[in-house]
């Protein structure tokens, strides 16, 4: 009864946040389709660079209080939990940013690089500490607003950009803007995320360190691990030169993923306070395998379609140059099959203290990735095929992970 009452109060909550997310990826979407037609892969696969490393950091920038905080039972320990967050995302800005800006004057990296301090920051206020603070149901509509408006100027910018100079840089300024634009809607949040941060007493930061220094060290860890296993490929193809390449994967895994991460960003807070009343009926091991039946399910009737999209879209909107998306969007949906499924014990693992867990999951699969993409590219094998052995080990390692945080959770009971 409880998770009944609980499930039809955030319906509707639940509902309009998605909904504008997905309003909001959809412009983001049309809007790339029409950048693709001015700039080369080449040039798109220099903007996944760089926000797969936003992305790579910004999971760990704000050091997981912010997830720590949305089990919180108080709002004094949620307030306290985020204004740490804020603490250590603005501690790392200020050691980051000249290092960056000093790396890419001197030439030592792109010009992209000094850009990125910045946009870790901000991709992590708009992305994680943001939402956490805009999590009951009340709030959502606002959280809809700032996604809202981060999609469409992402949409609006990035076409301007790439009409004013179809290089990545402008690709990556327009990405930039736009999450900061998201921040300034909220900007009263932000202000007192800041305001808290500096009136936060040193007792109670050591406290709050010391109970997290679990979430901290394994916890950021998977998180980051999570990331990379997603965006290695986008590394090793790096590495072997194959910038073409690169921005394939970036345009299927846009078609793909973004939809997914629109429909998961907006139920993880939401699922994790439902979790905090659930594990108080017990029988966790029960619900969790209920929650990923259900998962597998949902992605069974979302992902074959979603693929059959992407290569339509391919096929009709992009020139002959981007054809071979098909093919990584296809790889890209079996592996995004599997990740569904995992996605409730990725979402509960802090909850469940599976953190250790997940690391040496995360290790392992990391290794068998890149393993399984570098050695094929080393050998001659063409990218696609390459490709092909890198979904195998990355679809085999999420089913995997799946029934062995199951198992332990039974075992923990």
Not at 39 to 60: H, R
Not at 69 to 98: E, G, H, Q, W
Not at 258 to 283: E, I
Request: one cysteine or more; proline letters at 3%.
């Amino acid at each position: 009864m409880i998770i009944a009452r609980t499930r039809n109060a955030l319906r509707h909550p639940v509902v309009g946040l998605v909904m504008n997310r997905g309003l909001g990826q959809v412009a983001v979407l049309l809007s790339t389709f029409w950048v693709a037609r001015l700039v080369t892969p080449d040039v798109y696969g220099e903007l996944g660079l760089f926000t797969s490393f936003c992305a790579l950091l910004s999971m760990a920038s704000g050091a997981r209080f912010e997830i720590r905080a949305l089990v919180c039972k108080t709002d004094a320990a949620r307030r306290n939990f985020v204004a740490m967050s804020y603490a250590v995302n603005l501690c790392l800005l200020l050691i980051a940013l000249p290092l960056c800006v000093t790396a890419a004057v001197l030439g030592l990296a792109p010009p992209w690089v000094a850009l990125v301090p910045i946009g870790v920051l901000l991709s992590s206020l708009v992305t994680y500490v943001l939402p956490t603070q805009n999590s009951s149901p009340g709030q959502l509509s606002r959280l809809g607003r700032m996604n809202l408006l981060v999609s469409f100027s992402t949409a609006v910018l990035q076409i301007v950009g790439a009409k004013i100079a179809p290089i990545g840089l402008s690709l990556i300024g327009a990405r930039v803007v736009a999450w900061a634009a998201g921040a300034l809607l909220l900007r009263s949040d932000v202000s007192t995320g800041v305001s808290n941060a500096r009136s936060l007493k040193k007792a109670d930061a050591r406290r709050i360190y010391r109970s997290s220094r679990q979430e901290i060290f394994y916890g950021s860890s998977s998180a980051l691990l999570s990331v990379v296993e997603l965006q290695c490929a986008v590394y090793v193809l790096s590495l072997f030169s194959e910038k073409h390449a690169v921005g394939m994967y970036w345009m299927g895994f846009n078609l793909l993923f973004v939809p997914f991460f629109v429909v998961s960003g907006s139920l993880r807070p939401l699922f994790l306070r439902h979790l905090g009343t659930a594990r108080k009926g017990g029988a966790m091991a029960r619900r969790m395998f209920r929650y990923v039946a259900i998962s597998f399910a949902a992605g069974l009737v979302t992902v074959v379609p979603l693929v059959m999209l992407a290569v339509l879209v391919t096929r009709t909107l992009l020139s002959d140059d981007w054809q071979d998306v098909q093919f990584f969007a296809a790889l890209l949906g079996i592996t995004l099959l599997a990740l569904v499924a995992r996605l409730p014990i990725s979402f509960a693992a802090s909850a469940l203290r599976l953190q250790r867990l997940n690391l040496a999951f995360g290790v392992i699969q990391v290794l068998l990735r890149i393993f399984s993409l570098a050695i094929p590219l080393w050998m001659g094998y063409t990218v696609i095929s390459a490709m092909a052995w890198f979904t195998v080990a990355a679809s085999l390692g999420y089913v995997i992970h799946t029934f062995v945080s199951l198992w332990f959770i039974r075992r923990a009971e």
